[in-house]
């Protein structure tokens, strides 16, 4: 019942910390990534093996009838994505987009009479049935890459997102493989493989989208009074930015200016799975 956004899969990451090891294994896991120096990124989960659509597409086709199909698509297959990384057509227009999303109807039952509700008492809940998931990640070590494997296998143990307590978000780690994106000649830019807030020394003429990511807290912290984070204005995946030489392996930061108003001490992750790419003249 919730995407597999980076923002989010870290929050699990980091309350499967707190409850193997305690505080303070969580205070000193943070610790690199508020200094900005993360030991690891992670992208957003994609499914059946596909990629976003890096927006720099716009300026790689130039029929208005290509275009306006292209807006339409939102993943893409990894060769089309590596052609529009070296600035190059793609084969087709994209993917249609493999998620399953229905609505699954609920009641509210009165405890007294034992019936639904008369007012309100039916309502539906919107369900993604995903067969499959790749998530990216760079890692600084074999040892970083070896515990978030094994922080996520902790997750799958209780479940992923909204309504995990009955059942929901149920998944399974299939196979780990190492992976590297193919090298581009020339990168002056990068797409983000994930959602992010930038640096105050990140670049900053890309072509990208916005959104309001209206975060929650979990755990133990949903029965804190007020569960909701702080509107946050975030960068989407899928955006393109120009270096102007090799791009860094991640771009972004940690959010920590009192993102939770009943939990001063929550962080919010937003750094950027970087990706090499030809940024187009524009």
Not at 260 to 279: D, N, R
Request: proline share 8%; glycine share 8%.
């Amino acid at each position: 019942m919730t995407p597999f956004q980076a923002d989010t899969i870290f929050g699990h990451l980091c309350w499967a910390v707190a409850h193997r090891e305690g505080d303070k294994s969580l205070k000193d896991f943070l610790e690199p990534f508020i200094r900005g120096n993360p030991p690891f990124v992670i992208s957003d989960g994609f499914p059946d093996q596909l990629l976003p659509k890096p927006f720099s597409i716009d300026f790689i086709i130039d029929k208005p009838e290509e275009k306006k199909e292209w807006k339409r698509i939102e993943l893409i297959n990894f060769d089309d994505f590596n052609s529009i990384r070296e600035g190059k057509k793609c084969s087709g227009f994209g993917v249609t987009d493999p998620l399953k999303i229905h609505s699954v109807p609920h009641n509210i039952v009165n405890r007294l009479t034992n019936t639904t509700l008369s007012e309100g008492g039916v309502y539906s809940l919107k369900e993604i049935i995903i067969p499959e998931i790749s998530i990216y990640l760079k890692a600084v070590s074999d040892e970083w890459k070896t515990r978030v494997v094994q922080l996520l296998k902790e997750v799958s143990k209780s479940g992923f997102g909204r309504k995990k307590s009955i059942g929901k978000g149920q998944f399974l780690i299939e196979e780990v493989v190492d992976f590297d994106f193919p090298q581009i000649t020339n990168p002056d830019g990068f797409v983000a493989l994930s959602n992010f807030c930038p640096d105050q020394n990140d670049p900053v003429e890309g072509l990208y989208k916005t959104f309001i990511k209206y975060g929650k807290l979990g755990e133990e912290f949903t029965f804190c009074g007020n569960p909701f984070k702080r509107p946050l204005l975030m960068i989407k995946t899928g955006s393109v930015f120009k270096t102007g030489s090799r791009p860094k392996e991640f771009y972004g930061r940690i959010v920590m200016e009192g993102i939770a108003p009943a939990k001063p001490e929550v962080l919010h992750y937003a750094y950027a799975f970087a990706v090499p790419i030809k940024y187009p003249d524009v």
